[in-house]
């Protein structure tokens, strides 16, 4: 049964949670199952979490009080608006509805209610058909999804061997790792980890065997 309290929401605590040494917990609605990440309360407020469609189930119709920002990791993941293949970005913006669901059966990570004030867009990105860039040095390449004030999430690929330098985070970073694996002083990542490194916290990162990660960052206070 799951717990009815909050879940890592002190953002000042460094959070590190491997994903696949998690157990699947039943949502309300048949067939989807969740890994809760950090919450605010069972079924309200804040959420962060991956989320599991069995083939051909259908969640509940909802709206979003402050936003849904979801990325489809594994699948295809569909609603009344369209079809969400493995790799699309989406923000739903606060006071949107919809009926999601998924006939092949699909894998999300889901940010609920969190978005910036007055961020209104409505946005789908196939990061597979999307223009990458350089990053701010050799051996990484970006591609922006989304920037609302300072909060900034993007896509982010290492090249084998490639090491970032120390660097502060300002407003926070978060960090979900898509493939591969990174490392930095504190300890070593792999695909599936999710990591929340707190406002004011700073690491060395380094990248031996390359990696793909999704990283949101400016979105925490000290
Ligand atoms: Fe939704
Ligand atoms: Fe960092």
């Known amino acids: 049964m799951e717990s009815l309290t909050s879940l890592n ?22 067939g989807v199952w969740r890994i809760p990440l950090e919450r605010e309360a069972a079924e309200s407020g804040q959420v962060t979490s991956l989320v599991r469609y069995d083939a051909n189930t259908h ?21 009344e608006h369209g079809h969400y293949p493995a790799g699309t970005y989406i923000r739903n913006p606060p006071g949107s509805f ?15 209610n969190m978005f910036p004030p007055h961020d209104d867009d409505m946005i789908r990105i196939d990061t597979h058909n999307a223009n990458w860039q350089p990053g701010i040095q050799n051996g990484l390449s970006t591609l922006p999804l989304h920037g609302c004030g300072r909060e900034q999430t993007i896509m982010l690929r290492w090249q084998p061997g490639t090491s ?50 999704l990283v949101k960052s400016g979105h925490m206070s000290k």
Request: hydrophobic share 30%; glycine share 10%; aromatic share 10%.
């Open 9 to 30: 929401m002190d953002r000042q605590q460094r959070v590190v949670i491997d994903t696949n040494n998690q157990l699947w917990i039943a949502s309300p609605s048949p």
């Open 98 to 112: 919809h009926s999601p669901g998924s006939d092949s059966g699909c894998l999300l990570y889901v940010k609920l």
């Open 59 to 79: 969640f509940t119709a909802h709206f979003h009080p402050n936003g849904e920002e979801i990325f489809v990791l594994d699948g295809i993941f569909q609603d």
């Open 164 to 213: 970032f330098p120390s660097h502060q985070h300002d407003g926070g970073e978060e960090v979900l790792v898509l493939s591969g694996e990174f490392h930095d002083e504190l300890g070593k990542y792999k695909e599936g980890v999710w990591l929340r490194n707190p406002a004011g916290s700073s690491h060395q990162p380094e990248s031996t065997e390359g990696c793909l990660m």
